[in-house]
């Protein structure tokens, strides 16, 4: 197909990438830490730890692993949030031939019990203050080896008083009866002992099985191979060249630091942060919790950081707080938002403070993620998903399938090399989530303009049907969110006797004072008859992702259930 989109381009961005320079991810990896030796990685609670650091444990670990009698191939799940321990089970895991299951943290025992059962995992790594909800389901999974990690591991004489303030202060690690598990630092101790073979692997070998939320159906782990993040990692650097050379700055310093405020477990971070911070000997700055805004300004604070993901909500909750305006921009060059709609109030607040516009970029864990991102050397707010990355073909099909032309709305389909392998055990959704050209069917509508800019209208499953006119909430959230009084909205469709439907809203508010009849005199300015909301209801906070993404879904039930 034609790929209309390079005419429009960055200078310097390249067509493709070449994903064969690698042999498998271990290899760059491998890479990383010999370069970058000397180089600290990851720092976490005010802990550095080097690339030789995480070289050497990875190291320990895998050979530890090894010696349980895993074979290669086999399933080990990771369930921590942004914690030292992390990064070096991620590599070790990869080294030592197996395949890494991220696994939410938050988890309920029915949700980690599904994915443990669904992979097959045989071992994990886990956080203590977790290992509650790993008991009561343990015994009904194929799970043999449990790590057990606390927060104070690899903090040296500090982990002793993290452990305790985490234990005894904050009470944040509940009752827990696990048998014959091993702690973590006891792993590393063993493993220093034993011999780490390294695994032959191959780009055709699976990495990761990425689980997705489960909005549509069950939870389907997407089975990632070495060369789908070898590709994205690839795609997602070059991408952001235009940003770190722009004529228009100073040249960007020799190491790139990256506040990585979005858990490793979930695809966007584990990519934009963790792989490509390891290929380019960058420095992540861990973050355990996002949404505790005074600590993780703290944490950021005396690094002039360059490169900041995120989602739509994060920004707009920093670009609201009052102490964080005062921290040192003069770095950031890339501040790339996704996995939801990027508002323009929210993109022009942040862009105000820190004089580094969000450039909004769409993916999924079924592509690694990264398929699409507007320019990074531009201040310009597009409102659409920008263009797809190097070595990337994206089409807007129509209900059979077929290409549609430039202008109409359709279901965007990605090919690519970081698009999966498909779902793991599960060949039937496999098929229907492919096209018979290779293309996989996100599930997402949109319109692609003549330049190759795609613009998200909707999931199919969010459009709202009113007296047969379709309303789209992504459309409706962005003009509420633009009056000064509203902090955070979703819109979702309810039950109506008259028009099927209607649009109603939940907004946490930024003004106190702000009343619905105010908001629905904005909204009658601003919307078309059948967009304009029905009902309003305030609420104090909305339901999210654990990466910050608004649940419509579980607004939508909430009324069902009522």
Request: charged letters at 25%.
């Amino acid at each position: 197909m034609e790929r209309l989109w390079l005419k429009h381009y960055p200078a310097g961005v390249p067509s493709d990438v070449d994903f064969t320079q690698y042999t498998s991810l271990v290899h760059m990896l491998d890479e990383a830490f010999a370069k970058y030796k000397e180089r600290k990685a990851y720092v976490g609670f005010g802990k550095e730890i080097s690339f030789g650091e995480v070289d050497e444990l990875s190291r320990r670990l895998a050979a530890w692993l090894q010696a349980k009698g895993l074979q290669k191939g086999d399933r080990v799940a990771l369930m921590m949030p942004n914690v030292l321990q992390y990064p070096v089970a991620l590599a070790g895991v990869l080294r030592a031939g197996f395949v890494v299951v991220n696994v939410n943290p938050l988890y309920t025992p029915r949700e980690l019990e599904h994915q443990l059962k669904d992979s097959g995992a045989k071992a994990i790594v886990i956080l203590e203050n977790f290992a509650h909800t790993l008991q009561q389901v343990l015994a009904h999974t194929d799970v043999r080896h449990v790590v057990l990690a606390s927060m104070g591991d690899m903090l040296g004489l500090k982990g002793t008083l993290v452990n305790f303030v985490v234990r005894r202060v904050k009470k944040l690690v509940p009752a827990f009866d696990l048998p014959k598990v091993t702690r973590f630092n006891d792993v590393l101790a063993e493993g220093a002992r034993l011999q780490f073979k390294p695994a032959a692997l191959t780009r055709e070998d699976v990495a990761f099985l990425q689980y997705t939320g489960g909005t549509t159906g069950v939870s389907k782990g997407a089975t990632l191979l070495h060369r789908n993040l070898i590709a994205n990692v690839l795609q997602s650097e070059a991408w952001v060249q235009p940003a770190l050379h722009n004529p228009r700055k100073p040249p960007p310093p020799e190491q790139l630091i990256t506040v990585c405020a979005l858990p490793l477990y979930h695809i966007f971070a584990l990519t934009v942060c963790c792989l490509l911070g390891m290929r380019t000997g960058g420095l992540n700055i861990l973050i355990p919790n996002p949404r505790d805004l005074p600590a993780l300004i703290k944490e950021i604070k005396p690094y002039r950081f360059n490169l900041f993901p995120a989602v739509n909500t994060l920004y707009n909750g920093l670009a609201n707080h009052p102490e964080f305006a005062n921290l040192d921009f003069s770095g950031l060059r890339v501040s790339n938002g996704g996995g939801m709609a990027v508002q323009k109030a929210v993109a022009d607040r942040w862009l105000k403070i820190t004089g580094c516009p969000i450039c909004e970029g769409y993916g999924l864990s079924e592509t690694s993620p990264s398929v699409t991102c507007n320019p990074t050397d531009t201040d310009a707010y597009t409102g659409t998903i920008g263009l797809p990355l190097p070595s990337t073909e994206v089409a807007i099909l129509d209900d059979d399938g077929h290409p549609l032309p430039v202008g109409q709305r359709g279901e965007i389909a990605i090919r690519g090399p970081q698009v999966m392998a498909g779902y793991w055990q599960r060949p039937e959704e496999t098929e229907q989530a492919m096209t018979a050209d290779g293309f996989f069917k996100s599930g997402d509508i949109g319109v692609m303009d003549e330049r190759g800019y795609i613009t998200i209208v909707d999931r199919k499953k969010d459009m709202i049907l009113v007296s047969g006119f379709n309303v789209y909430p992504n459309e409706v959230e962005a003009v509420v969110s633009e009056h000064p009084g509203v902090l955070e909205v979703a819109a979702v469709g309810v039950p109506d006797p008259h028009a099927g439907e209607v649009v109603k809203l939940y907004v946490v508010k930024r003004d106190p004072a702000l009343t619905e009849r105010e908001l629905m005199e904005f909204c009658a300015k601003e919307l078309t008859g059948y967009k304009r909301p029905r009902q309003i209801e305030f609420r104090s906070e909305l339901p999210k992702t654990n990466v910050g993404k608004i649940l419509r879904r579980e607004l939508r039930d909430e009324k069902k259930a009522a």
